[in-house]
């Protein structure tokens, strides 16, 4: 199992997740943020193609998660996996794609991955974030994420790699030219998480098994790959450089598990 990020914040985020069994592969795209012909450039940086793609998973509606999901899907004839409340936000219930219905907490199987789809607060219709696992290896995902919950620690716990939101700095943020009602609304409990949020979640967790963290959705104007790195590396005990940092332009490569 592996997995890349083909870019992560406010402009695009998509991640592809990989499992291999055999002689099959199944390969994932987590949120499409991007134009499809983006998409397909950035696909192609990592080795992969739009036709190889086996499903493609959505969030929740804002634009630098579901982009160009739907056309990629329709061109490709790629199946999709989101909740209902996002389907009816972005007319996928209407559109001729293969749509597949996400429940919270009732996992799926997608080839040789199980995907477990959780609820969490954050101003979409129906957000869902995910665990993928392959039977042996669990990779979980938090971004667009307002604040913790007991429920999002426990489905978290025990994870081989974790893909985390460290938005914004609360000073940054604060001191940032941002209008009152955005700085409200990236900063509430239905907004993104700040690095020290991001710190308290992974140190409510199970990290007996972690050997991959991410920080992701950093924003490019209230936060720096300094000081998330600093903030959650500091639960771990660990170096700041050993925490992987998805950019907007480039992601992140391959990481395996």
């Given at each position: 199992m592996r997995f890349a990020s083909l870019g992560?914040?406010?402009?695009?985020?998509?991640?592809?997740?990989?499992?291999?069994?055999?002689?099959?592969?199944?390969?994932?795209?987590?949120?499409?943020?991007?134009?499809?012909?983006?998409?397909?450039?950035?696909?192609?940086?990592?080795?992969?193609?739009?036709d190889g793609l086996t499903a493609i998973l959505i969030?929740?509606?804002?634009?630098?998660?579901?982009?160009?999901?739907?056309?990629?899907?329709?061109?490709?004839?790629?199946?999709?996996?989101?909740?209902?409340?996002?389907?009816r936000a972005v007319g996928a219930d209407e559109a001729d794609v293969e749509?597949?219905?996400?429940?919270?907490?009732?996992?799926?199987?997608?080839?040789?991955?199980?995907?477990?789809?959780?609820?969490?607060?954050?101003d979409a219709r129906e957000p869902l974030q995910y665990v993928l696992s392959d039977g042996a290896q669990r990779l979980g995902v938090l971004t667009d994420v307002g604040t913790s919950t007991p429920h999002i620690s426990q489905v978290l716990s025990g994870c081989?790699?974790?893909?985390?939101?460290?938005?914004?700095?609360?000073?940054?943020?604060?001191?940032?030219?941002?209008?009152?009602?955005?700085k409200a609304r990236i900063g509430g409990n239905h907004g993104h998480l700040n690095n020290d949020a991001a710190a308290e979640?992974?140190?409510s967790l199970d990290r007996s098994k972690l050997r991959h963290l991410v920080a992701a959705h950093l924003s490019q104007q209230n936060n720096?790959?300094?000081?998330?790195?600093?903030?959650?590396?500091?639960?771990?005990?660990?170096?700041?450089?050993?925490v992987v940092v998805a950019t907007q332009e480039t992601g992140f490569d391959w990481l395996s598990l």
């Open positions: 992560s914040g406010s402009e695009g985020n998509s991640l592809l997740v990989e499992a291999q069994s055999g002689a099959t592969t199944t390969r994932v795209l987590l949120d499409c943020g991007f134009s499809a012909k983006e998409v397909e450039r950035r696909l192609a940086r990592l080795g992969a193609a739009p969030t929740h509606e804002h634009s630098d998660h579901i982009g160009g999901a739907l056309t990629l899907a329709r061109k490709w004839s790629i199946p999709l996996y989101m909740s209902w409340g996002t389907a749509l597949n219905v996400l429940w919270g907490d009732e996992a799926v199987a997608i080839g040789d991955l199980s995907v477990l789809p959780y609820t969490v607060p954050h081989d790699a974790l893909i985390l939101e460290c938005n914004h700095d609360v000073q940054m943020l604060q001191t940032s030219r941002y209008p009152p009602s955005l979640i992974l140190a720096s790959p300094e000081l998330a790195q600093a903030a959650v590396a500091a639960v771990l005990g660990a170096a700041p450089t050993e």
